[in-house]
């Protein structure tokens, strides 16, 4: 599975961000897709995922702020960020779980600025 992440860019605080992630494969064939992100110095973290069937995840800092949908005619996942926050700047990658195995796409940037 070959995965595209695209949408990132500078905003200010408040404002909102859809990071876009493109499969290679249909992603109702994909048991999961998500998102992770990496801030400098920082661990990466998950930020939120969706199954196959459609159930969403979000980690804690995303609850209420951001929601991921998907487009089967596109074969892609939204990450849509809401109220963001300086706290949101890094390096979001999407990432699919299909069998016993990861994919990951390439990162985008998000910057928040205060």
């Known amino acids: 599975v070959q995965l595209q992440a695209s949408g990132g860019g500078l905003v200010q605080a408040g404002g909102s961000l859809r990071l876009s992630c493109t499969a290679s494969?249909?992603?109702?064939?994909?048991?999961?897709v998500g998102w992770f992100r990496q801030a400098p110095g920082k661990e990466r973290e998950f930020v939120g995922r969706?199954?196959?069937?459609?159930?969403?995840n979000y980690a804690d800092s995303a609850k209420g702020r951001f929601t991921i949908s998907r487009d089967s005619a596109k074969n892609t996942v939204y990450l849509q960020m809401n109220s963001l926050k300086s706290e949101d700047t890094a390096v979001y990658s999407c990432?699919?779980?299909?069998?016993?195995?990861?994919?990951w796409g390439q990162g985008t940037q998000v910057t928040v600025s205060s």
């Open positions: 969706i199954t196959a069937g459609g159930s969403t």
């Open positions: 494969r249909n992603i109702f064939s994909i048991n999961t």
């Open positions: 990432y699919a779980a299909l069998a016993q195995n990861e994919y």
